[in-house]
């Protein structure tokens, strides 16, 4: 995910398919990396000053939700990229011809919601 390091994208990744609050423990053991428990703590606590977490105290632990979706956190980085180019519309424009029929399908849906 835009804006986010190597780690915090697979930390990020742990809580999106927990569907739960995860301890610091639970995301260690989950990363299945050879890594310190400070360093996801670390980690952890980055996300949450970046906005991309919550996190409630329970017991002595923090345990650690996302604050957006997978897919929310996707569309804001179609977002920070389209804002990030010179012409916006040739860039959508190319994506839409590039798309399968099935997205296509989905695009269309989505429009006709927004209506």
Not at 8 to 29: F, I, P, Q
């Amino acid at each position: 995910m835009q804006g986010l390091g190597e780690l915090e994208s697979a930390a990020m990744d742990v809580l999106w398919r927990a569907g739960e609050a995860r301890t610091v423990r639970e995301v260690l053991e989950e990363l299945n990396r050879d890594l310190a428990y400070t360093t996801v703590l670390t980690v952890l606590d980055h996300l949450h000053r970046k906005g991309w977490a919550d996190r409630e105290k329970r017991s002595r632990a923090y345990c650690y939700t996302p604050t957006v979706s997978r897919e929310e956190a996707a569309a804001r980085a179609m977002r920070n990229l389209l804002a990030d180019v010179g012409d916006p519309e040739r860039v959508l424009l190319h994506f839409a011809r590039s798309a399968s029929e099935g997205e296509r399908e989905a695009l269309r849906r989505g429009l006709r919601k927004r209506s």
